[in-house]
């Protein structure tokens, strides 16, 4: 069975050909990131022009990478929610146009659930686990049973963990996106530099709007402070909630084991810190390679792998929405 992964529910186009949820023929990405670094930040509607653009060249050439046509393709995964409504649109209506004039099923798919299931793509994780999707649009925990079976535990009250960083690179003048650029200078940094402190929130929520002012408010301070100790300091206050609170999820769920993925997870520190505090408590933890953590069309296609087979069919009327269904 081979499905066709469509993702653009921000600011990258994702297409990817999967066969029988395994064999991947093609995961093709197309970023906007040169565009949206002018803005310091993804502009919407720019998003979903950029999107319409890229989505028919690249769905040929993923088709021709993967050495199939449009007849050979059994299913169409697309991205419906959650994500900036404009690039949405574009990737729905583009499935459902294409389900139409070929009279393939689609199978619609929560982003969120998708970045979960990511790391499938290269081994299976036994149930249950908890994932932290962790990018620059969201922050959440999830408690996983199975296939399509997740309940939410938690989530940011403001801005996700990515976002902070972006933000706090571009008070740092490190550009956009912030994430690499402040895990990279990091490491010429002391994480102990400054003691930013981390909202302390309820249950499984998090709060990343406070130590971003709390740099604003320091930078202002110090000016003459060194951005690596600067960035260092802000990374491990981020790293420390974020391990912290997922472990404890972990321990109060009775999970062994722990999946962390979206765009944050590539963090080089966050991976060190899971690693090494997961280990103390006898978890093990599971990251999806970096392409696999970011925005992809491959892990779509999963998902809409699983769902076709559980039964799962949307109709033309299909429509987006910013909130995901977890
Ligand atoms: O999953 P993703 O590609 O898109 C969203 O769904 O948001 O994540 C992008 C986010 C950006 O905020 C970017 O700064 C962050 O992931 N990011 C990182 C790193 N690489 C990407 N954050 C921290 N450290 C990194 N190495
Ligand atoms: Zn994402």
Known sequence: MKVLGIETSCDDTGV???????????????????????????VPELA??????????????????????????????????PGLIPSL?????????????????????????AHAFAIFLEREVEFPFVALVVSGGHTSLFYVEGFGSLKRLGQT??????????????????????GPAIDRVSKMGDPGAVKFPVARTKGYDFSFSGVKTAVAVYLKK??????????????????EALVSKTLKAAVDTGAARVVVSGGVACNSRLRERFLKEAGRLGMEVFFPSPKFCTDNGAMVAYVATYRYKQGDRASLDLDVSSRSWI
């Not at 990737?91 to 798919?109: E, M, N």
């Open 16 to 42: 990817a050909v999967l066969e029988d949820g395994r064999v991947l023929l093609s995961n093709l990405l197309s970023s906007q990131v040169d565009l949206h670094g002018i803005f310091g930040g993804v």
């Open 48 to 81: 979903a022009r950029k999107h319409l653009d890229a989505l028919l060249p690249l769905v040929d050439e993923a088709l021709s990478e993967a050495g199939v046509s449009f007849k050979d393709i059994d299913c169409i995964g697309v991205t419906n929610r």
């Open 89 to 113: 649109l574009v990737g729905v209506t583009f499935a459902k146009g294409l389900a139409y004039a070929l009279d393939k099923p689609i199978v619609a798919v929560d982003h969120l659930e």
């Open 157 to 178: 009250l403001d801005d996700a963990a990515g976002e902070a960083f972006d933000k706090v690179a571009k008070l740092l003048g490190l550009g956009y996106p912030g």
């Open 222 to 239: 110090n000016p003459d402070a060194r951005p690596e100790d600067v960035a260092a300091s802000f990374q491990e206050a981020v790293v």
